[in-house]
């Protein structure tokens, strides 16, 4: 087993781990993700105020078709005013027409106060539209960068899949298995050093005579962490 080249393969993956970690969060991926929520909230705030002009809209109008009755029915009070007689029926009828100017005059403030307000929607409008073409104008840089920054980061990857590869071929299968298996059982790392008596793998202590063992092994022979079993480099 080539525990020397397992270890070489190591460096390869943890780089690809690595790189596959910055794919994934990737401050180009927020940014971007920040510009959309951006363009969105703004997109719901511009369907809010079109909804609400649309609702002064329709009150006005039911308030201008209401104007309208009253005026018809106002003139027919007028003229039966002028055939009426008996000065309780026109006093009843003055009462009438009395309410229809009250009721008008309501309608006619409602109507101010709907106008009022849909000017300021309107100058809402206008500035949300503003904001919503420069959030439209920042989505779209920040959907290019995150384009860039993705194919920068796919042709690291690349690369570092060819150099997995170029090892493998290097390696008896038999032993990349192992090595897999080990790495996956043993959190990514498969082949560790010792480094001043210390696995790397683990951080235990490598006593002075299991350290000793270790080196008086065969060349060809592989030497374990006593304590997690990892592979150790000579
Ligand atoms: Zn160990």
């Known amino acids: 087993m080539d525990v020397k080249a397992l270890h070489e393969l190591q460096s390869i ?95 006619d403030d409602r109507g101010l106060e709907l106008l009022e307000s849909s000017a300021r929607a309107d100058a809402d409008l206008s500035e949300l539209m503003v904001r919503e073409s420069e959030a439209l104008t920042l989505e779209a840089d920040a959907a290019r960068q995150l384009e860039a920054a993705l194919i920068a980061s796919r042709a690291i990857l690349e690369d570092l899949e060819r150099q997995r590869m170029d090892m493998v071929s290097r390696i008896a299968p038999s032993d990349v298995r192992d090595y897999e298996r080990l790495r996956a059982s043993h959190g990514g790392v498969a082949v560790a050093e010792i480094r001043h008596g210390v696995c790397g793998g683990c951080h235990m202590d490598i006593s002075p005579s299991e350290l000793d063992a270790i080196k008086r092994l065969s060349v060809d022979a592989v030497a374990e962490c006593p304590n997690c079993s990892r592979l150790l480099l000579r």
């Open 13 to 107: 993956d943890t780089a690809i781990d690595q790189s596959r970690h910055a794919q994934a969060t990737l401050p180009e991926r927020v940014r971007h993700d920040d510009a959309r929520a951006r363009l969105a909230s703004l997109r719901a705030k511009i369907g809010d105020v079109r909804r609400e002009q649309s609702a002064f809209e329709s009150e006005l109008a039911a308030i201008e078709r209401r104007a309208a009755e009253l005026g018809n029915h106002k003139s027919r009070l007028e003229k039966q005013l002028k055939t009426v007689i008996a000065p309780r029926e026109a006093e009843a009828l003055q009462h009438e027409m009395t309410a229809i100017d009250v009721e008008r005059g309501e309608g």
